[in-house]
């Protein structure tokens, strides 16, 4: 199974920037679609941002639109997420997944299920102190 390991969380003043990584390794092949969700402490994972590999179409979750920034390199198997204009309320772990694709996601181009991700990194802590 492909592995996928997030990087470059941290401690950041509210209005301050990070970028995450997310790198797979292993036996790979290019996902479907891949994306960034989240989850607050004590709170459900939420989709954050997600990315058709083939075409690099972007989709954002209302919150973090026009702050957060995903992207991705398919030459080394790695997707970003540029976040700028940072928010207490966007503290959270930070995961990213991968799909090769569901129904649904193909039927309408929606990628904010976390059932339609088949393979998970572990998270990277995202703090924002006010």
């Known amino acids: 199974q492909v592995q996928l390991v997030e990087s470059g969380g941290g401690l950041v003043q509210a209005g301050g920037s990070l970028r995450l990584s997310c790198a797979a390794s292993?036996?790979?092949?290019?996902?479907?679609?891949m994306a960034w969700f989240r989850q607050p402490p004590g709170k459900e994972r939420e989709f954050v941002a997600g990315?058709?590999?083939?075409?690099?179409?972007?989709y954002y979750e209302d919150s973090v639109k026009g702050r957060f920034t995903i992207s991705r390199d398919n030459a080394k198997n790695t997707m970003y997420l540029q976040m700028n204009s940072l928010k207490p309320e966007d503290t959270a772990v930070y995961y990213c997944?991968?799909?090769?694709?569901?129904?649904?996601?193909?039927?309408?181009?929606?990628?904010?299920?976390?059932?339609?991700?088949?393979?998970w990194g572990q998270g990277t802590q995202v703090t924002v102190s006010s």
């Open positions: 997944a991968a799909t090769q694709g569901t129904w649904y996601i193909r039927a309408y181009d929606r990628y904010n299920r976390a059932s339609d991700y088949a393979n």
């Open positions: 292993g036996r790979t092949s290019s996902p479907y679609a």
């Open positions: 990315i058709r590999w083939s075409g690099g179409n972007t």
